[in-house]
């Protein structure tokens, strides 16, 4: 992870950002010697995707249906 002190990263910052984008790697902003900042790569999440955390949940009824007394109260 590389560290830089403010200056250096508002006199960088698009090449810090290119550096960023292509190697996946965080960069660290100081001010006088006391990291501040996190510089990390952006990245999306599908929607479908599913946390680890969630994969052995089991449902025992589908959650989008309603029961039948809603759709007697509709």
């Not at 508002?10 to 090449?15: A, G, I, L, P, R």
């Not at 969630?54 to 959650?63: A, G, I, M, T």
Request: glycine residues 4%.
């Amino acid at each position: 992870m590389t560290a830089l002190n403010i200056h250096e990263a508002k006199t960088q910052f698009s090449s810090v950002i290119s550096t960023v984008e292509k190697t996946g790697e965080a960069v660290i902003i100081c001010k006088y010697g006391k990291a501040v900042a996190k510089i990390v790569p952006f990245s999306q999440h599908s929607r479908t995707q599913t946390s680890d955390r969630l994969k052995n949940v089991e449902f025992l009824s589908d959650p989008t249906l309603g029961t039948e007394d809603e759709w007697d109260d509709a």
